[in-house]
């Protein structure tokens, strides 16, 4: 019986184990840049400008909350990577900023609704110039996912060797099923004055949902903090290739020195 009673408990401990090592597969589709993600974010960042203003250069990601037209709305987003190549777009159902990663070059534009189709916009309609790639903000900021709240969970799960000069420090704290049959992961960071807890929820292997809560305080010694709720649609390791190139129609002006 005794026996029995250790063989079962080990069964638990590893099954335990296999199921703290879920968000373990997202990670490798990151660190291996093959992958599609589709998601929307329900709880984006809080306005920070009184202007319609998107920076895009010298940024490591598209800066969604320095945009009015997009703060204070659920943003949607894709990202999909095949090696090197990457493609990523955030915005609503009408409007998103582009970011194209081919060959060393980034390409920015936008792309919005018109009567129904999408019409771009790089340095104007349906033009766009090659900018070099800008790693050294990659370094200093971490990888940008799309929006600022997605960076920032995404690029907690990989290894500190590959975060980025800023990034937090997280570890994991609990794990658990929920009652709708979820499971979930929790993680927590307490860096740089800051408290915050995650929680990546898992149906079978599937990431469907990220949520989090930090709190700090003030420089007058008041609680303050937000909330926020990430819905995965697609985290798949299959690139989406026929988003890394450019769109239909839209021409590359750059000028290139011949080699």
Known sequence: MRNFLIAVLLIFLCQAEAEAAKIDIYREMLLRNSYTIRYENLTPPPRETNKDRVELYGKSG????????LTYRSTSGVVTADGQNRYEEVGDEDFKLCRLSKDE????FSKYKKKDRWEYFGTRKNRVVANEKNYLAEILEGKSYG??????????????????????????????RLANGLFYEDYRSDDNGITE?????????????????????????????????????????????????????????TKRKKK
């Open 62 to 69: 598209l800066a969604v909350s320095e945009n009015d037209y």
């Open 105 to 108: 070059e980034d390409f920015f």
């Open 147 to 176: 929006d600022s709240d997605m960076s920032h969970f995404l690029n907690a799960i990989l290894p500190n060797t590959e975060k980025s000069a800023q990034n937090s420090s997280y570890r994991f704290i609990a794990q658990g």
């Open 197 to 253: 807890a995650v929680r990546y929820y898992f149906s079978g292997n599937n990431l469907v949902k990220i949520a989090a809560a930090s709190y700090h305080k003030n420089s007058d010694g008041k609680i303050d903090g937000r909330r926020c709720i990430i819905k995965i649609q697609e985290f798949s390791s299959t690139p989406d290739k026929s988003l890394l190139k450019l769109p239909e129609g839209v021409k590359d002006e």
